[in-house]
């Protein structure tokens, strides 16, 4: 084989492209202005490729400078193959969490409930120790800006209520949203391994300058939390928060429908329930002191303060991919998995939807009450007659309420309705419900 050194080489007439006929066989950096254009290349190409490059390259790129460690490929024009196999990763339902671009509120689209889930679905907006409780609501991302540029139409906010006694040690304003530990544990996401990586993104904005936290906290064996921070946000401004997390030894979810991941992003968080020089980006064993480290007030003791997020996106693999955009239908179902209602009322009128037979005078039977997809677990339920809880409406049109109702059900509907007494035997009953089955 016959070796050719050069020092340099200069494109005839002061051109900027250099053209090789055959094969291009490189063991060194090649750094042209414009391009460099051949047959092929064989074998390895070791360290920097600088310009454009047209034609194939073949070999290790593993090794090459600049794709070594978690490599990523960025283009702004198409890309075209045969075939593409991810090997993290999916092509679809890459994203753990549902209803993460905040489009489905069944419950109310504001409230200043201090805790559960009151708004949005799978968001709980939590606080403790407020003078004026938060308002959580589901707002409009404004036209014109990005997330909304993206796809992004609703947003969860909190308002601020006057904290007129300051920041106190108890208090403190999250998000928190739980996923299922089946839905971890068969990911694919290798999480004992410190070399296999889930990756957070979300979109966030707060209308005071400063930093903020989230916390990751797994919820089988012994818990583990997982700190990081926002970074410094510009007031007003929407900004997209990127957080790749690696597997770790002492991380378990078990196979099962119960709690197994909990996502807070945190708008504040007193000092019981922070750590002074708390690390970051790092696992380490739960405490009640690492909601995060110790937080600025600002945001909290200023008045009508907002902060908000949508695009929630918790993916396997080491790069955050852009959003995945479900269908509204596949996330209201996905859902309705956790709680559910069939209260519709149009015009002031209430429409009742389910049907059921009296037995005696202290069984409602059902018809047809199956839920719109199976539950969680088997769930807590309540009968309405319109809005008003624990009453049905007779097939003569008068309304009925239930004597000490204990409601059968099933995950995969209501099959029964039970009270002290007050029905009609044989005679048919109308009613909405709600279904609850949280985790």
């Given at each position: 084989?016959?070796?050719?050194?050069?020092?340099?080489?200069?494109?005839?007439?002061?051109?900027?492209?250099?053209?090789?006929?055959g094969?291009?066989?490189?063991?060194?950096?090649?750094?042209?202005?414009?391009?460099?254009?051949?047959?092929?290349?064989?074998?390895?190409?070791?360290?920097?490729?600088?310009?454009?490059?047209?034609?194939?390259?073949?070999?290790?790129s593993?090794?090459?400078?600049?794709?070594?460690?978690?490599?990523?490929?960025?283009?702004?024009?198409?890309?075209?193959?045969?075939?593409?196999v991810?090997?993290?990763?999916?092509?679809?339902?890459?994203?753990?969490?549902?209803?993460?671009?905040?489009?489905?509120?069944?419950?109310?689209?504001?409230?200043?409930?201090?805790?559960?889930?009151?708004?949005?679905?799978?968001?709980?907006?939590?606080?403790?120790?407020?003078?004026?409780?938060?308002?959580q609501?589901?707002?409009?991302?404004?036209?014109?800006?990005?997330p909304?540029?993206?796809?992004?139409?609703?947003?969860?906010?909190?308002?601020?209520?006057?904290?007129?006694s300051?920041?106190?040690?108890?208090?403190?304003?999250?998000?928190?949203?739980?996923?299922?530990?089946?839905?971890?544990a068969?990911?694919?996401?290798n999480?004992?391994?410190?070399s296999?990586?889930?990756t957070?993104?979300?979109?966030?904005?707060?209308?005071?300058?400063?930093?903020?936290?989230?916390?990751?906290?797994?919820?089988?064996?012994?818990?583990?939390?997982?700190?990081?921070?926002?970074?410094?946000?510009t007031?007003?401004?929407?900004?997209?928060?990127?957080?790749?997390?690696?597997?770790?030894?002492?991380?378990?979810?078990?196979?099962?429908?119960?709690?197994?991941?909990?996502?807070?992003?945190?708008?504040?968080?007193?000092?019981?329930?922070?750590?002074?020089?708390?690390?970051?980006?790092t696992?380490?064993?739960?405490?009640?002191?690492?909601?995060a480290?110790?937080?600025?007030?600002?945001?909290?003791?200023?008045?009508?303060?907002?902060?908000?997020?949508?695009?929630?996106?918790?993916?396997v693999?080491?790069?955050?991919?852009?959003?995945?955009?479900r269908?509204?239908?596949?996330?209201?179902?996905?859902?309705?998995?956790?709680?559910?209602?069939?209260?519709?009322?149009?015009?002031?009128?209430?429409?009742?939807?389910?049907?059921?037979?009296?037995i005696?005078?202290?069984?409602?039977?059902?018809?047809?009450?199956?839920?719109?997809?199976?539950?969680?677990?088997?769930?807590s339920?309540?009968?309405?007659?319109?809005?008003e809880?624990?009453?049905?409406r007779?097939?003569?049109?008068?309304?009925?309420?239930?004597?000490?109702?204990?409601v059968?059900?099933?995950?995969?509907?209501?099959?029964?309705?039970?009270?002290?007494?007050?029905?009609t035997?044989?005679?048919?009953?109308?009613?909405?419900?709600?279904?609850?089955?949280?985790?």
């Open positions: 084989m016959s070796i050719l050194n050069v020092n340099k080489i200069n494109p005839v007439g002061g051109g900027s492209t250099i053209t090789i006929a094969i291009a066989s490189v063991t060194n950096n090649i750094s042209v202005g414009n391009s460099v254009t051949a047959g092929s290349f064989v074998g390895p190409i070791e360290g920097a490729v600088t310009g454009n490059v047209t034609g194939n390259v073949t070999g290790n593993d090794t090459a400078s600049g794709l070594s460690g978690n490599p990523s490929i960025n283009t702004t024009g198409i890309v075209t193959a045969t075939s593409f991810p090997t993290v990763g999916q092509l679809s339902h890459r994203n753990l969490v549902i209803n993460g671009d905040m489009r489905i509120a069944q419950r109310a689209t504001t409230s200043t409930a201090v805790s559960a889930y009151n708004t949005i679905d799978r968001m709980q907006g939590n606080s403790g120790g407020t003078d004026e409780a938060p308002t609501a589901q707002v409009d991302v404004a036209s014109g800006t990005t909304y540029t993206l796809g992004f139409r609703k947003s969860f906010r909190f308002t601020n209520g006057n904290q007129t300051g920041a106190g040690a108890s208090d403190y304003v999250h998000l928190k949203m739980v996923l299922e530990a089946q839905d971890i068969n990911s694919g996401w999480y004992t391994s410190s296999s990586y889930i957070l993104s979300f979109w966030v904005k707060s209308s005071v300058a400063q930093d903020f936290s989230a916390t990751l906290r797994t919820e089988d064996g012994t818990r583990q939390v997982y700190n990081m921070t926002t970074g410094s946000l007031a007003d401004t929407w900004t997209k928060i990127t957080k790749t997390i690696p597997g770790n030894s002492n991380l378990q979810f078990d196979d099962n429908v119960n709690s197994g991941l909990t996502l807070f992003i945190n708008a504040f968080t007193g000092t019981s329930n922070t750590t002074t020089g708390l690390a970051q980006n696992w380490s064993a739960w405490g009640g002191a690492k909601y480290a110790d937080m600025a007030s600002t945001w909290y003791t200023t008045n009508d303060a907002t902060f908000e997020f949508t695009g929630i996106q918790l993916e693999g080491p790069v955050a991919t852009p959003f995945e955009h269908r509204w239908n596949e996330e209201y179902l996905d859902c309705c998995r956790y709680y559910q209602s069939t209260i519709y009322v149009q015009s002031g009128n209430a429409y009742n939807v389910c049907a059921a037979r009296g005696g005078s202290t069984v409602l039977q059902m018809s047809s009450a199956g839920f719109k997809t199976m539950m969680r677990s088997t769930p339920v309540v009968i309405y007659n319109g809005t809880a624990n009453k049905v007779s097939s003569g049109g008068s309304n009925i309420t239930l004597n000490s109702p204990t059968g059900g099933i995950p995969h509907g209501i099959n029964y309705v039970s009270v002290s007494s007050g029905l035997n044989g005679e048919w009953y109308q009613f909405n419900y709600t279904a609850d089955a949280e985790l």
